[in-house]
């Protein structure tokens, strides 16, 4: 089933690519449904760093055969 409400990974994939066209700078900020989030990219680590507020939208279980 795919998420149908936006979520961090495509505001962090956003806010890349609004750098990478010249659009934004490394750090953007983006107005979701669900609240706002600060993207920053840090070019020489590669890393996406997402912050905002964290809401809780899921709680489940999962039975799998391999051990930990």
């Known amino acids: 089933r795919l998420a149908r409400e936006p979520g961090g990974t495509g505001a962090c994939a956003t806010a890349v690519a ?32 997402m912050t905002g507020e964290a809401t809780k939208v899921f709680e489940g279980e999962m039975e799998t055969d391999e051990e930990l």
């Open 18 to 49: 609004a750098f990478l066209t010249g659009r934004a700078g490394r750090k953007s900020i983006i107005v979701m449904d669900g609240g706002t989030l600060t993207i920053e990219w840090d070019i020489a680590t590669k890393h996406v760093f």
